[in-house]
């Protein structure tokens, strides 16, 4: 039994291994994936022990997202769960935010999602993937509706249209190298605001309104 607990532990230290190597280097180049190769030499790994572990890179990134995904529900988990704080959205909205702000390749990852990383997967996978990420998004969603005392559901509405609205601000402002050249320019200030300050009076102002127009339970 010793043994068994001992090999699986190295098994969990080894894929963690893998995932931080392969993060280090998406955020070298976050507009394209590393090769398994790339991938393993930075781990310090042979390839063919990636792949014991993930059958293909995009599998490595779709796990890397689903991780940074649990993190960001367990921050608003954390967050609600306390309601200790006198202005309990806003420090919902300043979590939320610095955790974006730590974790740059989240969205990045996500822009790829259904165009690169779920093609390259098996049906098994997908729906493995998207099955932690639904029953974690209603785990969380139901502690905001007990917190704000809000319907049953409410709370997984809310957490899905920030995220849907966080997704769209970044994108409309994810400028390629080439366009941000020319938008330096005074003239175009008005169509490149700070994405991060954006993201904050846009989440405030949406759950200010929704929460002033909330359903009673």
């Known amino acids: 039994m010793k043994s068994r607990a001992i090999d699986s532990e190295d098994k969990a230290v ?3 291994d893998i995932l931080a190597a392969a993060r ?3 955020l070298e180049d976050s507009h394209q994936l590393p090769s398994v190769s790339r991938i393993a030499a930075a781990a310090s790994l042979a390839k063919g022990t990636v792949y014991l572990y993930f059958r293909t890179k995009e599998e490595i990134f779709t796990a890397l997202l689903a991780e940074d995904f649990a993190g960001l529900l367990n ?3 954390q967050t609600f769960s306390a309601g200790t704080q006198p202005d309990l959205l806003a420090h919902f909205v300043e979590r939320y935010v610095a955790y974006l702000d730590a974790r740059p390749e989240l969205l990045r990852l996500d822009a790829m999602a259904y165009s690169v990383l779920e093609q390259n997967l098996s049906d098994a996978q997908l729906r493995s993937f998207k099955l932690e990420l639904t029953q974690g998004l209603v785990r969380v969603g139901s502690v905001l509706d007990e917190s704000l005392g809000l319907p049953s559901g409410r709370g997984v509405s809310l957490l899905m249209r920030s995220y849907a ?3 769209g601000l970044w994108q409309s ?10 938008l330096a320019e005074p003239v175009f200030a008005p169509i490149r605001p ?3 300050a954006e993201l904050v009076q846009a989440l405030q102002e ?3 309104g ?8």
């Not at 994810?174 to 020319?182: E, N, S, V």
């Open 14 to 16: 080894r894929r963690a």
């Open 206 to 208: 949406y759950w200010r």
């Open 194 to 196: 700070d994405f991060r």
């Open 173 to 182: 402002l994810d400028f390629p190298t080439k366009m941000r050249a020319l």
């Open 75 to 77: 921050e608003v988990h």
């Open 24 to 26: 280090r280097l998406f």
């Open 165 to 167: 609205l966080t997704r």
């Open 210 to 217: 929704a929460m002033a127009s909330a359903p009673t339970p």
